[in-house]
């Protein structure tokens, strides 16, 4: 019995791509595109559009990586034009990945996305994605983002909004294990 937990022990230390725990960091800068949907519903009334939403986003993850597993939060500010108009947006995300010899499967969970200088309460939403490792510090990252915001009910009227957004990044990021 104890030779059998001893090999499973040795298999699981030998096939394993890290054998202990690191602090990893991962700048990451990229270009997002996708829709914004907005709709405003005043007296029953329902007016919806779509927009074309693209721009820079940067910023960075910190967390734990364990035998290929990666834990950790992400910020990211996305610089979009949207309709002509320039709109921040700051996205903090609860991360959990795998990452395998040259590339990483990983998702997320969006709990804050913020509009800046808005009257929305922050939105929440999901991502998910695969990196690709082309060098030992430089990964390319493909990942979706949805995110929806909570419903705006404007205060003495019959008139709500809804705004939710969706797309697709491409990603550069800096990988540094510590």
Do not use: C
């Not at 791509?17 to 700048?27: H, T």
């Not at 074309?52 to 992400?74: A, M």
């Not at 990196?131 to 009910?153: G, I, P, Q, S």
Request: net charge neutral; hydrophobic share 40%.
């Amino acid at each position: 019995m104890k030779s059998v937990l001893f090999l499973m022990s040795l298999f699981v230390v030998l096939t394993s791509p890290r054998a202990n725990a690191l602090v990893y960091v991962e700048p990451s800068l990229g270009y997002f595109n996708g829709t914004y949907k907005f709709e405003q519903n005043f007296q029953g009334d329902i007016d919806r559009d779509a927009f074309t939403s693209s721009g820079l986003s940067y910023g960075g993850r910190l967390g734990l990586s364990w035998f290929g597993w990666q834990l950790g939060p992400e910020y990211l500010r996305n610089n979009l034009i949207l309709d002509g108009d320039s709109v921040n947006i700051n996205e903090w995300t609860a991360m959990l990945g795998y990452r395998l010899v040259f590339f990483r499967l990983y998702g997320g969970y969006i709990y804050k996305a913020e509009i800046q200088n808005s009257k929305y309460d922050p939105g929440t939403g999901y991502k998910f994605g695969l990196t690709f490792y082309m060098y030992r510090h430089m990964a390319l990252n493909l990942e979706y983002r949805y995110v929806k915001y909570k419903t705006y009910d404007v205060p003495g009227f019959d008139l709500t909004y809804k705004n939710e957004y969706a797309g697709y990044a491409l990603m550069l990021s800096f990988p540094f294990e510590m």
